[in-house]
T-cell receptor
């Protein structure tokens, strides 16, 4: 299992860029890196996924170095509504075994006015 | 599309009671799963299914049963509730079990308290 380590919490101010790093030292060759966002009293929601280098969508960017032992979720110009828990998920869906997919404890991001 | 629907949203049980948490999806997803989330912890996988008639255990399966008789439904059964099962339960689904670039869709959760 590719265990992940994230900071427990982070604070930021509105309008700033936020970077949340996830460590996954024993990531396997076929593993993908996926980030989810969870608001209170809701289920997690998919943000972004990548395998290597950089991926960008309308919500965030994901930076993955060449050794893939870590990844960084970048949220540009955060607002109060970005206050949530962010989960890094590392795993290989192609094996068909969901037991390889584990959520860590997540990072509580608090955006301050 | 309603997505993933969970019922009930809240439930209080007494120790030893049984109940079933319902989960239904209308996206024709092959893969369905149940997670529990405890305060300060991430989501832990209880059971999952890769298609009708096929289920398997996750990280924390003890005390829970599942079955998958249709593609749409994946109920979670607590046969004899214990206080340790007090948690928020999430159902999630995915189109297929093997494609790497697909996302999990989560329901809104069931808050369960066992007294």
């Amino acid at each position: 299992l590719a265990k992940t380590t994230q900071p427990i919490s982070m604070d930021s101010y509105e309008g700033q860029e936020v970077n949340i790093t996830c460590s996954h030292n024993n990531i396997a060759t076929n593993d993908y890196i996926t980030w989810y966002q969870q608001f209170p009293s809701q289920g997690p929601r998919f943000i972004i996924q990548g395998y290597k280098t950089k991926v960008t969508n309308e919500v965030a960017s994901l930076f993955i170095p060449a050794d893939r032992k870590s990844s960084t979720l970048s949220l540009p110009r955060v607002s109060l509504s970005d206050t949530a828990v962010y989960y890094c998920l590392v795993g290989d869906w192609s094996s068909g075994s969901a037991r390889q997919l584990t959520f860590g404890s997540g990072t509580q991001l608090t955006v301050l006015p | 599309n309603a997505g993933v629907t969970q019922t009930p949203k809240f439930q209080v049980l007494k120790t030893g009671q049984s109940m079933t948490l319902q989960c239904a999806q209308d996206m024709n997803h092959e893969y369905m799963s149940w997670y529990r989330q405890d305060p300060g912890m991430g989501l832990r996988l209880i059971h999952y299914s890769v298609g009708a008639g096929i289920t398997d255990q996750g990280e924390v399966p003890n005390g829970y049963n599942v079955s998958r008789s249709t593609t749409e439904d994946f109920p979670l059964r607590l046969l004899s509730a214990a206080p340790s099962q007090t948690s928020v339960y999430f159902c999630a689904s995915r189109l297929t079990r093997r494609a790497t670039n697909e996302k999990l869709f989560f329901g809104s959760g069931t808050q369960l308290s066992v007294l």
